[in-house]
Nanobody, 130 residues
Framework: GVDLVESGGGSVRAGGSLRLSCTDAGYPTNTYCSAWFRQAPGKEREGVAF???????TIADSVKGRFGLSKDNTKNTLYLQMNSLKPEDSAMYYC????????????????????????WGQGTQVTVSS
């Protein structure tokens, strides 16, 4: 597998911002889908944002307009910029990668898409207080 290391989580007041980072050691393929998922206590893990090797992004409706996703290929680092944070954004955030498959084949709303992500980071906690 591919090691993924997240950083940047923390506690913030509602309306604040955080930027999460995920660094990998390089993928063995030029076809992949990189992603951020999140999981709140008692809830299913859900897709937040996907980006493919061409830089095309898919953002979940719940965070659209507030979160942005980008990747710096020179640093093998994936970023999730989170603005206008709400208490309901509080969760453990996970970086993930699906190798050999494009994001367009993985609907972000589908829980089955999660099965294609075989590489996961350890997670970073985001807590938003009201």
């Amino acid at each position: 597998g591919v090691d993924l290391v997240e950083s940047g989580g923390g506690s913030v007041r509602a309306g604040g911002s955080l930027r999460l980072s995920c660094t990998d050691a390089g993928y063995p393929t030029n076809t992949y889908c990189s992603a951020w998922f999140r999981q709140a206590p008692g809830k299913e893990r859900e897709g937040v944002a996907f980006i493919d090797n061409a830089g095309a992004t898919t953002i979940a409706d719940s965070v659209k307009g507030r979160f942005g996703l980008s990747k710096d290929n020179t640093k093998n680092t994936l970023y999730l910029q989170m603005n206008s944070l709400k208490p309901e954004d509080s969760a453990m955030y996970y970086c993930a990668a699906a190798l050999g498959i494009q994001c367009e084949l993985l609907p972000i709303r589908s829980s089955r898409s999660r099965e294609y992500f075989g590489n996961w980071g350890q997670g970073t906690q985001v807590t938003v207080s009201s």
